[in-house]
């Protein structure tokens, strides 16, 4: 049997990716095979293809860490999964086809009133948010967080999460359209980092007491002045670099108000720790049924129409989650 793949034949622009029939992939013992309903967009993808990101796939491959679908097939050693079972999770890469394999400690039954477009945008944004917020950052009700890129796939979970936990939320993002999707999800206050100075604004609106956590998928120019805002002891999240900017630091400021600068690598720490990560997705999963928090997908795209998908999040247009639609009538 054949499939249809959105390849990636070597690292170059998102424009040079194509859909193109491949053999169907063959289950491992311990894998289960998935006919894929939805796959979310996510910036590593963008990063991926480029290759810009720190996994480098052997060619060809197809981008994609967030899916949901239906079991189609199983490997030999599985027990827990039967075929026609509805599920999620979040591969290393390749929910861009039709069918993929997926390890069966990444897979989640998802329950039958999740719709599968939604179940493809949970995984990664909110376990990455989670893991940073609880794992790491252990972030405490009453206090207080800025998230810079705050309308962003993992910046809009963390809004809703950091809610969940009773924090004070400060959003930062790049127009004022973004930050009425912050309010909408939850955010206290805002700051429009392009048109309001970001120190002064953090300043007022902390009562010059600064931030007690500030988490940053951004990178660039901002990580500094965010830095600089926390109060004693204050956490620094170090997420990611959507600005496409590493920034150097000056380590006399993790010396002054003993700030801590802590890195979150969620797809490294589920590797190390895949019951902590199925424990995490059954808490998500149970905010999700309470309605405490809810993926919110402001745009769906054809497959044929995935170049698009990755290019409108790569450009900085997207807000909340952006999936594709593979095989949408599967159930
Ligand atoms: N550490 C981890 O484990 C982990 C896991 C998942 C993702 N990440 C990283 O987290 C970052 C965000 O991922 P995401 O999927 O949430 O992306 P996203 O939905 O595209 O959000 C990124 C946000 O960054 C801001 N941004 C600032 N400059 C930008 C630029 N030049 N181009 C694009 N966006 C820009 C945008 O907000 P404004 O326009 O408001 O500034 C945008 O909303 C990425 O760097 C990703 O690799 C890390």
Request: charge should be negative.
């Amino acid at each position: 049997m054949t499939m249809k793949a959105l390849l990636c034949e070597s690292f170059g622009p998102i424009a040079q990716l194509q859909i193109k029939e491949l053999q169907d992939p063959v289950p491992l013992a311990n894998q289960v095979l998935v006919n894929v309903a939805y796959a979310a967009v996510n910036f590593p993808d963008a990063l991926m293809v480029q290759g810009l990101y720190q996994t480098k796939p052997p060619f060809p491959f197809s981008p994609g860490h967030e899916i949901s679908g239906v079991i189609c097939a199983l490997g030999s050693d599985v027990k827990d999964f039967k075929i026609g079972d509805r599920i999620f999770c979040a591969p290393s890469y390749g929910g861009f086809a039709e069918k993929i394999a997926v390890d069966i400690d990444r897979v989640i039954p998802l329950p039958d009133s999740i719709p599968l477009a939604m179940g493809a945008a949970i995984t990664l944004t909110y376990g990455t948010s989670l893991h940073a917020l609880n794992n790491v950052a252990k972030l405490q009700a009453e206090e207080t967080i800025l998230i810079l890129g705050a309308s962003g796939g993992v910046g809009a979970a963390a809004i809703e999460l950091a809610n969940v936990i009773g924090a004070k939320v400060i959003a930062c993002a790049s127009s004022d359209l973004k930050l009425d999707f912050c309010k909408s999800l939850g955010a206290h206050e805002s700051i429009n980092y392009e048109k309001e100075d970001l120190k002064t604004r953090i300043k007022e609106i902390t009562q010059q007491r600064g931030c007690d956590v500030v988490y940053d998928p951004v990178g660039g120019h901002y990580s500094e002045i965010a830095l600089r805002s926390l109060a004693w002891r204050g956490r620094h999240l170090v997420v990611g670099f959507a600005s496409g900017a590493i920034p150097k630091i000056p380590l006399n400021l993790a010396l002054l108000s003993e700030r801590n600068i802590m890195g979150v690598f969620w797809g490294d720490w589920i590797r190390r720790n895949p019951d902590l990560h199925l424990q995490n997705m059954d808490f998500i999963m149970e905010l999700i049924l309470q309605n405490k928090i809810k993926p919110i997908i402001t745009k769906t795209f054809a497959f044929q129409d995935a170049v698009e998908a990755i290019e409108h999040l790569a450009s900085r247009q997207a807000m909340g989650k952006v999936v594709v639609a593979i095989n949408p009538d599967l159930f």
